[in-house]
């Protein structure tokens, strides 16, 4: 058949295997969600922006329907979250979000990505971030959003940029705040929602041999199935170390 073919079997292969692994991500996080309240996202608001999330990943309905059928007892299933911390390379700070059935493998997984790139795991950096809600929306003016949060009673920072109003607020009033800015326009779209940890400190990395390593690490970390999500304080130009 050729080289050719060769070359887009190959492509669909990796593309296969990329959405896979996209899937038992999603897959893992919605259970979670719902087996820790109600398997409902109208009745269930951490759920609900799950599977928002979710859905913009274009995650399959199928796939969301399989995993809250699962939480709510049809098949089984027994996860655990799990937040590891560590310095990653450079001096980085890293904090790592799993999902897993097996703490064993996943720690072992986790533990081997900061070792074999120079960091050390465990090291307790959680107090360089914050846990915050981010919440994105275009169309609207800053003073529009700075309104719509007032007369809602929620204190909440607002940055412009590209015509899209950014509010950064504390993690526990991220319902309260989409609930806010959907008072502006009824079906709204946001242009980004979620929790996250943000550095209060970052560490600008200009070593090329830095940027490799520590792009190194998050491709290590990128291919354990087990975690959900990482946040970090490192900063550096892209464009100088290209993989």
Not at 132 to 159: C, R
Not at 191 to 201: A, F, K, M, N, R
Request: overall charge negative; charged content about 30%; hydrophobic content about 35%.
């Amino acid at each position: 058949m050729g080289r050719a073919h060769e070359v887009r079997a190959a492509s669909m292969a990796k593309t296969a295997a990329v959405k896979s692994k996209l899937y038992a991500k999603w897959a893992k996080e919605i259970y979670m969600a719902a087996k820790s309240g109600v398997p409902d996202p109208d009745m269930n608001a951490g759920l609900k922006r799950i599977i928002e999330r979710a859905k913009k990943e274009q995650v399959t309905a199928d796939v969301i329907k399989r995993s809250i059928e699962k939480a709510s007892g049809v098949k089984g299933g027994n996860f655990s979250e799990i937040q590891y911390e560590g310095r990653g390379p450079a001096g980085t700070s890293v904090i790592v979000d799993c999902l897993t059935d097996n703490v064993n493998r996943t720690v072992g997984s986790v533990r081997t990505a900061f070792t074999k790139c120079g960091g050390t795991f465990g090291a307790a950096v959680g107090f360089q971030f914050e846990h915050k809600a981010v919440v994105s929306v275009e169309g609207f003016s800053e003073e529009e959003v700075l309104e719509a949060l007032i007369m809602n009673d929620i204190d909440a920072d607002t940055q412009t940029e590209d015509n899209i109003v950014t509010v950064t607020g504390q993690a526990t009033d991220y319902s309260r705040i989409k609930d806010a800015l959907t008072t502006l326009k009824e079906d709204l779209d946001f242009e980004d929602s979620e929790v996250t940890y943000l550095p209060t400190t970052y560490v600008e990395l200009t070593d090329s041999e830095d940027i490799r390593k520590f792009k190194r690490f998050i491709g290590m970390l990128e291919e354990i199935e087990d975690v959900q999500d990482y946040y970090h304080n490192a900063q550096y130009d892209d464009s100088e170390e290209e993989e």
